[in-house]
């Protein structure tokens, strides 16, 4: 077995063999998506037109689940070729029935959007109070925009950053990391591969998807409100790198706002 290649926040994962990756949960509240992974992504995997993990159920104590290992670096954001393939990626995921996704295991849209609220709650408390006054009213619009929930509740993946997105040269290999995924807003996915990422890769992602303009805006939203969530993980793990580095993460971006 080879050494942890790993940071993520909700599992520990681990190489085996360079073709093999073992996934544990941190936490025992981790248990549950893991395992709605394993229910779900053998269903979607052949709906989308990029590779997926499709993990398997290894041991129970502790559990371990294991998937094929989609080689590639993490995407760096800048590739038109990376931005169209990624935009034609969430069109098809983004198209896929909602219903069958929670029949195969997905988390529906209430439960989906009542969750992401309640972290939404906790950041009105926990995150608005260390701002400083200058953004603070940017920070309490935001929140209260996102408390609306989504007009067309799609499957979507609920985490998609550069390092969830594989990549060799000019072809996308793969996306990773489906803890997050669920029937929620479509606009998520579209927050850093639209307002993240830089202008070509952004360009050609958005010309694939076609989003309206409702849906970029909310695009933005998410965008802005990404870095309070490290915070939140901050205050919930006592660690204040984290804390520190969210909150400039969330001054920087809401200084964005007109």
Request: charged share 25%; aromatic share 6%.
């Amino acid at each position: 077995m080879d050494d942890d290649f790993d940071s993520g926040w909700d599992t520990l994962a681990t190489l085996v063999d360079g073709r093999w990756v073992d996934r544990t949960p941190r936490r025992p509240e981790v248990e549950p998506q893991v395992r709605r992974e394993v229910a779900l992504m053998p269903w979607l995997a052949p709906q989308v037109p990029l590779p997926v993990p499709e993990p398997v159920i290894l041991s129970e104590e502790p559990l371990t689940v294991r998937h094929a290992l989609i080689v590639g670096a993490a995407c760096p954001g800048t590739s038109a070729a990376h931005g169209r393939a990624v935009g034609l990626f969430l069109r098809a995921l983004h198209a896929v029935d909602p219903d069958g996704a929670v029949g195969a295991g997905a988390r529906d849209g209430p439960a989906s959007f009542a969750g992401a609220q309640a972290i939404r709650d906790r950041m009105a408390t926990d995150v608005l109070a260390l701002l400083p006054g200058r953004v603070r009213a940017g920070g309490e619009a935001l929140l209260a925009r996102m408390a609306a929930p989504p007009p067309d509740p799609r499957l979507v993946h609920g985490d998609l950053g550069p390092e969830h997105i594989r990549v060799v040269g000019d072809a996308v290999t793969g996306v990773i990391d489906w803890g997050d995924c669920c029937v929620g807003d479509p606009a998520l996915d579209l927050a850093w591969t639209r307002y993240g990422a830089g202008p070509a890769f952004a360009a050609a992602l958005e010309t694939a998807y076609a989003p309206d303009e409702t849906l970029l805006a909310r695009a933005r939203d998410w965008y802005l409100l990404g870095p309070w969530h490290e915070v939140v993980y901050g205050l919930d793990t006592d660690r204040p790198e984290y804390v520190e580095s969210g909150l400039a993460g969330v001054v920087t971006r809401l200084r964005q706002l007109p």
